[in-house]
């Protein structure tokens, strides 16, 4: 599992540089694309982050990983916003999300359908509950949902 130990350790030391400039950890993520490697790194901070803000954790990370030296194989570090839509993977996105219209994928059909969108009631370790506009509530398990995120409205 190389590709878990290098996203938390790759967390851990952008935990101390983010915390100091008032950045959020969204997520970390090592995956393989085409024949490359990404370590990507979303951050975010209220009112946004910028291509300033991207860089500076970019330089601040890269000299850590640098210094500690553990992944194995080449990379790209990328780091971004998780911009519109981001999806909720870690019990404070679920938090801060209650009472937000969210969008729900599900691996296989649920009651014919694989995408539902409602407004977020109720989370656990175990399930995720939404209300749609009708006002019929909804309890997933989690091991059923593919993605789920922020909806956004046009």
Do not use: H
Not at 114 to 119: Q, S
């Amino acid at each position: 599992m190389k590709r878990e130990e290098y996203e938390q350790r790759t967390e851990a030391l952008l935990e101390p540089i983010t915390g100091e400039q008032g950045y959020e950890v969204v997520d970390v993520e090592f995956v393989k694309e085409g024949a490359n490697r990404y370590l990507r790194v979303y951050i975010d901070k209220e009112g946004g982050v910028t291509l300033d803000d991207c860089e500076a954790v970019s330089r601040a990370l890269s000299d850590r990983l640098d210094e500690e030296d553990f992944i194995e194989e080449s990379y790209i570090l990328e780091v971004s916003s998780p911009g519109l839509g981001r999806p909720l993977k870690k019990d404070k996105d679920f938090r801060r999300n209650l009472g937000e219209l969210v969008e729900i994928r599900t691996f296989r059909p649920v009651e014919k359908q694989k995408e539902f969108c409602g407004v977020l009631r109720a989370y656990d370790a175990e399930t995720v509950t939404i209300e749609d506009e009708d006002g019929i509530k909804r309890c997933f398990a989690r091991s059923q949902i593919a993605l789920i995120r922020q909806a956004v409205i046009w």
